[in-house]
Every structure is written in structure tokens, then in C-alpha cells.
């Protein structure tokens, strides 16, 4: 049974939580929140034993194996380095650091703690529909691009409208749409794609001084792959993967529940694979095997690809705030 700590308290941790609950072999122990009344109120309910309001006496005293941290991005450093420290395993929503010097870093504490894992949760690339697209893309021949779409209305914009600077669109707390909702479509992009060539990023700017949404190229060998993103409008636009004549079609390329595939006789064949009730049950799955056996081989190689694709997505970020001038001031 895995022990579980959180770190932050919101919907997002409650979707994990149910999917560990689905999963039947973890147990939610600790639960840290800077408010220890916020902390009790939000763990009893799921029957935690241990609140904290101090990361040193949680990280020190929680009898947790693994923490799941989904606090604000400026955060996640620093959370993850004490984890680490403590030899907790983490698994860390995205994105998990804010530039490749923090993720270098934590890799290096990651070979003075060996037996510690560290997994990024991106949720969508874990699904069997994700693995049937993948799959589907190996069989054709020719392949053109594509245009990967993410864009949700934040309610969080309402208070920007108002005046006000949310941590998800503040510069302080690394918000902004890249650095949220444009991490799905990076990650989509590296997993099918592996990494490009070069990458531009050009970003709406809001009042706050983060970026409310954009647009991004991927530049491949022999093909662009274009990213459309944000918080501050809604997208209906499906994603698609372009061969020939044939198209792949994606209806959401963050939270897909459809994909279909038209041949080059624009027949349409739709694939074939379960979709979850909760979007993170099958990376919970995939991660709770990693954790329970991490020295088995094929544990092992799926850990080495997790990390592998987070140090790339983590530097594409990078690259693609740098083309458009975004700088956090944690990093001047």
C-alpha cells in the first residue's frame, strides 16, 4: 500500500485522490496546507490522519512514501527539493519546474537519492486513447504537421477583468497560459513528435503581464507542428495530425474522449480504446506499478521515458517563453 501526502488542496488534488482510490493500493495519510484548519477540513473527509501547516514538519514527520504536489508553478522547486531530501517519491503536476537550470538541479539531488522517483503528471499522454493516436500515427506514411488546440476560459479571468492578479495569471507565481494549459499541447507534441528543430511563441498579453493565451510552431525536420492555447477565450477547434490525404482528428488533444482516422478515401475509422470516467486513473495506474516495483526492468524503462519526455517539455517551455521575451522575476 503507498502512503500518500498532498500538497494543495483543490480540484485537481481531488481528482487524483479518486483515482488512488480507484486504483486500491494507496492511502491518503497527510495533507499539508498553510492553513492547518484547511488542512483538516480537506483531509478528514477522505480520512487522513496527519495535518500540517509547516513543509519541514510535514516533509520530516508525515508518514507519506509518495506527495503529490499541485501548488502554484513558482512553488514546485522548492517542495520537490525537500521531498527529495526526505527520500519521498513525487509526482508533481505540470509544469514541473519554471527553466531548465531548476530541473537540472533537481536532477542532480534526484543521483545523490537514487532510490527516489520523481514523475511529472501529464495525464493526457498516460490515456489508451493517447496510445492508440501514437499508434495510429506509427501506420501512416506520409506525415505533414499538425495543429494542436487547448483553449479554456478561466474563471480566475473574471477577477483579472476586475482588477485583480490571480496566482494562475501572475508572473509572480509563474502563471500564464503556456505555463498551464499550453503545457498539454507541448507535451502531446513531444510524445508523438520528439523534439523539434526550433520554436517561436507568440503570446497575448494581459494587464497582470502574463501571457492569456498564444500561439506556438514547432519547427520538424520536414514539418511544422502549430499550438494554439490560452485562458482567457474557449476553443471548439478538434486537433488534428495531417498526412497525405489521410487525417488524424482528435477532439480535444488535453481531455480526448474521440479520435477518428480518415484514409485517404476520407472513410473514417474511429479508434478503438477505453476512456475513463477520471482522465488521471490511468496514470495513476502506470505510476502506482512504478512505485511498488521501481527495480523491475520494465518499471525502470518506463520511469527512464517519464523523465526523459518531462526534461523536454521543460526545455521546450523554456524556449518557447524566451522567443517571446517572458521572464519571471524569481529568475532576474
Known amino acids: 500500500m503507498l502512503k500518500l501526502g498532498i500538497i494543495g488542496t483543490h480540484w485537481i488534488t481531488d481528482q487524483f485522490i479518486d483515482a488512488t482510490v480507484k486504483n486500491g ?3 491518503l495519510t497527510s495533507v499539508y496546507s498553510r492553513n492547518l484548519q484547511r488542512a483538516r477540513d480537506y483531509g478528514e473527509p477522505k480520512h487522513a490522519t496527519e495535518f500540517f501547516d509547516d513543509l519541514d514538519n510535514f516533509f520530516n514527520d508525515g508518514s507519506f512514501d509518495v506527495v503529490y504536489i499541485a501548488s502554484p508553478n513558482v512553488l514546485h522547486y522548492q517542495q520537490v527539493r525537500l521531498a527529495i531530501e526526505n527520500d519521498k517519491h513525487v509526482i508533481i503536476e505540470k509544469p514541473a519546474f519554471t527553466n531548465p537550470d531548476e530541473f537540472s538541479q533537481i536532477e542532480a539531488l534526484l543521483q545523490a537519492h537514487p532510490t527516489v522517483r520523481l514523475i511529472e503528471a501529464a495525464r493526457h499522454v498516460h490515456t489508451p486513447l493517447f496510445a492508440a493516436v501514437k499508434d495510429q500515427l506509427n501506420e501512416m ?3 505533414q504537421g499538425a495543429t494542436f488546440t487547448f483553449m479554456k476560459y478561466s474563471s480566475r479571468y473574471d477577477q483579472v477583468l476586475a482588477g485583480e492578479t490571480p496566482n494562475v495569471f501572475s508572473p509572480e507565481f509563474a502563471g500564464g497560459a503556456l505555463q498551464d494549459l499550453g503545457v498539454y499541447p507541448i507535451y502531446a507534441a513531444a510524445a508523438l513528435f ?4 526550433t520554436v517561436v511563441y507568440f503570446p497575448t498579453m494581459i494587464d497582470t503581464g502574463a501571457d ?3 500561439g506556438a510552431v514547432l519547427k520538424y525536420p520536414d514539418f511544422e507542428v502549430t499550438l494554439n492555447f490560452g485562458k482567457i477565450a474557449n476553443s471548439h477547434m478538434p486537433s488534428e495530425i495531417y498526412g497525405l490525404k489521410d487525417t488524424l482528428v482528435m477532439d480535444n488533444i488535453a481531455d480526448m ?3 477518428t482516422y480518415f484514409d485517404e478515401n476520407q472513410k473514417a475509422h474511429k479508434l478503438d480504446a477505453v476512456v475513463p470516467d477520471n482522465s488521471m486513473s490511468p496514470e495513476v495506474d502506470e505510476f502506482t506499478k512504478v512505485l511498488e516495483q521501481p527495480n523491475d526492468l520494465n518499471n525502470l524503462k518506463s520511469y527512464e521515458t517519464w523523465f526523459k519526455l518531462s526534461r523536454l517539455v521543460n526545455s521546450l517551455t523554456y524556449s518557447l517563453r524566451e522567443s517571446a521575451g517572458i521572464k ?4 532576474q
Open 25 to 27: 493500493h494507496w492511502q
Open 141 to 143: 506514411n506520409t506525415v
Open 194 to 197: 520528439g523534439e523539434p528543430d
Open 212 to 214: 492569456g493565451k498564444g
Open 257 to 259: 474522449t474521440e479520435a
Open 328 to 331: 519571471f522575476p524569481n529568475e
